[in-house]
């Protein structure tokens, strides 16, 4: 069993940085593909980004390229997620995902984390 906790969420103004971090459980965290996902109140869960297990691939939605960079630290069982340039569209609460299979764009992710909030105020 996998278990990830998401951390560094918070309370930020517009055109601000925040990194998020997934702590992950796992003796074979080191071969999962990770994600970001993010979802608010009322629409589906959207993807962010997505990175291979040894980092070498790095998939990101549209909306955030340039913008968000998403990485890992194999050594500490971490990924995290470094968001620039924030707007009031990112806000949402942003879920931690991992497989043991390659990384994906779609919601086919085995294991998530609880969530961490983002609010980016205008």
């Known amino acids: 069993q996998v278990q990830l906790v998401e951390s560094g969420g918070g309370l930020v103004q517009v055109g601000s940085s925040l990194r998020l971090s997934c702590a992950a459980s796992g003796r074979t965290f080191s071969s999962y593909a990770m994600a970001w996902f993010r979802q608010v109140p009322g629409k589906e869960r959207e993807f962010v980004a997505a990175i291979s297990w040894s980092g070498g691939s790095t998939f990101y939605a549209d909306s955030v390229k340039g913008l968000f960079t998403i990485s890992r630290d194999n050594a500490e069982n971490t990924v995290y997620l470094q968001m620039n340039s924030l707007k009031p569209e990112d806000t949402a609460v942003y879920y931690c995902?991992?497989?043991?299979?390659?990384?994906?764009?779609?919601?086919?992710?085995?294991?998530w984390g609880q969530g961490t909030q983002v609010t980016v105020s205008l």
């Open positions: 995902a991992a497989r043991a299979g390659g990384a994906s764009r779609y919601p086919e992710y085995t294991y």
